[in-house]
């Protein structure tokens, strides 16, 4: 995915996954691709603090793309190798996100996130929901709930099964 959105040359193998991403370059490439100009400067040198000032700018420019604070990673998890699963997660979080970006065609990586749908009800539709029994389906079985009453503390309901 990365190779596809910026068109450089992916490794043979994962691997090689570590090596290739660990100046920040390509990822700040990569961000700059999904959104023209969010980040401002890619450092170039060989420089390790450096390196990991452009992983760092990578990271914080996927929280502001709406990336999830759970999918971002520490830079010393790539820079040092420490934990390239949370590398790959973030990829595959921010290809998610990068879909919902405008402006932004390339291949797409993972499933669109879901959007939010707000549903209003009618008085009369919430009424004749309240009114409906309760059912669920478990292994062939048909469970309903008797909520006729209202629930007591020694009895909160009366369930019925049958096949």
Sequence with gaps: WIAGVTGATAPRNAHDLQSWLRS????CELMNKIKPGLIKKI???AMPFKQMENIGCYVSSCAQLGVPEQDLFM???LFEGKNMDSVIRNLHSLGRVAQTIGGFHGPHLGARLATRTERTFSEAQLIEARAMPARWTNLGRTVQLDTSTPATPSASC???ISD
């Design 24 to 27: 920040g370059e390509l990822l």
């Design 158 to 160: 009366r369930a019925s």
């Design 75 to 77: 830079t010393v998890d």
């Design 43 to 45: 450092s170039r040198s």
